[in-house]
């Protein structure tokens, strides 16, 4: 008789959202690296730094959602539970600093500009990078709609920055081989706004959760 599998728990699809997040974030840190060193791109620098303070977040989450699953004890009487809202505010941060990054960048592009070399492979990571972040960002829905964890949702935003700084990276290479230079800085001015209203959105999120 085969045995039926058994739906994951709230521990094991918050753990499987966490590591698909870490995972995804070091391989496109691996593959960004190798495509800014032939490219030569600076908005593929960003996006580099970008996901670099993606595994930095997702490290905080992870760490923080295996911290919040852990029983009450004589000391936390109530759970660990605001190991989640705090995951979230050090997010918002993170957020928030890669918004300030992009404006910096931008203006720096629009001053200085300069041809690519080997584009096609800036392209080509660029799509690989937005095809994993799609994945990972399913992964998460489907365990915020299971789970209503504030943690994965404070990751699937970043992720989801993530994704338009990946989708305007690729046109900005794109039109840039097509000699249209002021692409870049114009995408990454209006990235950094949205971003600078999610990391808003989060943090006041966590902040309410931590104050009851």
């Known amino acids: 008789m085969k045995a039926t599998r058994q739906p994951l728990d ?9 590591t698909a997040s870490v995972i995804t974030a070091g391989f496109l840190i691996i593959a960004k690296l190798a495509a800014w060193s032939v490219t030569g791109s600076v908005s ?8 670099v303070m993606d595994s930095i977040a ?14 009450a004890d004589e000391n936390h009487r109530f759970g660990h539970g605001k190991a989640e809202p705090l995951a979230g505010l050090a997010q918002a941060a ?39 972040t799609v994945v990972l960002l399913a992964i998460q829905r489907y365990v915020i709609r299971k789970t209503g964890s504030t943690a994965i949702r404070a990751d699937s935003l970043h992720y989801l920055t993530d994704l338009l700084t990946n989708m305007s990276v690729l046109l900005a290479l794109y039109l840039s081989a097509l000699g249209w230079t002021w692409a870049d800085p114009v995408f990454a001015i209006a990235v950094a706004i949205y971003i600078f209203y999610s990391a808003f959105q989060i943090g006041h999120e966590a902040f309410q959760q931590l104050m009851d």
């Open 44 to 51: 593929l620098l960003a996006s580099l730094v970008d996901s």
């Open 94 to 132: 993170f957020i928030a600093g890669s918004a300030i990054f992009l404006v910096f960048h931008a203006v720096d592009r629009l001053r200085f500009t300069r041809d690519l070399e080997q584009v096609g492979i800036g392209l080509g990571v660029m799509v690989l990078a937005i095809i994993m």
């Open 58 to 71: 997702s490290l905080i989450n992870l760490f923080a959602i295996r911290y919040s699953l852990q029983p």
């Open 10 to 18: 709230r521990a094991g699809l918050l753990r499987l959202a966490s």
